[in-house]
């Protein structure tokens, strides 16, 4: 049954890798003005906070370190593309076709999807994983430079110091499994540099938002370093999760869309602590719920 659970799954990540390449392919086809909205949307899958839900569904339905650890590659590549644009400058085309904003090295899109499908393909070990995430990584890129918001320095940069930031963050199962106390530093620090990167670098909001989250997780790892063993779901609860966690993020993100500063960044602290914290309460209400019985039984 597994087996064949893993080979559908496949199928269909394959399948979904051939329907994007076939997008673009058509997109070439077509008149301009259906071309750039193709372009449009494949770009639009570039963005962190795509990557933040995507990490959500798989710290539910795969794994919750898998998720940890995506989610910390995605929001450290999303602070540092902040600070490497501030540090180097570089412009971007002229004329864009869709209005965009700051500098242009590295390229941000590539540089998050880059972090985000490398750490997952890592982790996952599996072939279609990593098929579709290169497809995915090629196709933004190219999406940047179709819509002439990048120079092709930009999306290459963004692209391999996005990689380089997975290949790490794919090291933190290790630091688990070894125990070794410096994984509990892994989020704080993410934290620190944000907030550090608000206050010196850029007065950007979304370092307010990455911190903010950072902080929120920090309870991940004390959580799932003593009682992993004993945290379970079931397939119901895996789906009422992402539904419970994803429902909250929403609301919290409009609320927060136009707040102060320190409103964003309280925000963002509580869709960080939902995350595990949601999981964490449900498994002991399970196991609780499970303790009873046993005692009526006995």
Known sequence: MVVRLNRAIDLGIYALSIALVMAVTLASMLSPSASIEIWYGITNLGDEIIYLAFSIIIYYLSSPWQGFVTAIAV?????????????????????????????????????????????????????????????????????????????????????????????????????????S??????????????????????????????????????????????????????????????SIVGITSILILYLTKNAPPYLIFMGYIIIGIIIPMAGYMVSIARGKRGDQLARLIC
């Open 181 to 242: 106390p410096y994984i509990y530093l892994i989020s704080p620090l993410v934290c620190i540099f944000s907030i550090t990167s608000y206050f010196y670098i850029s007065r950007d909001a979304t370092l307010l938002k990455i911190a903010g989250i950072s902080l929120g997780l920090s309870i991940h790892t004390p959580i799932y370093m003593s009682r992993a063993p004993h945290l379970s779901w079931r397939g119901m609860d895996r789906l009422v999760l992402i």
């Open 75 to 179: 929001l450290i590549a999303g602070a540092l593309v902040i600070d490497l644009k501030e540090l180097f400058m570089l412009p971007r085309p002229p004329n864009p076709i869709f209005p965009e904003e700051g500098y242009g090295f590295p390229s941000g899109h590539a540089q998050v999807s880059s972090a985000f499908w490398v750490s997952l393909t890592i982790l996952a070990k599996r072939r279609s994983i990593a098929v579709l995430g290169i497809i995915i990584i090629i196709l933004i890129s190219l999406s940047r430079l179709a819509l002439n918001a990048h120079y092709p320095r930009d999306v290459i940069g963004g692209a391999l110091i996005g990689s380089a930031i997975g290949v790490l963050a794919s090291l933190v199962p290790r630091l688990s499994s070894q125990g």
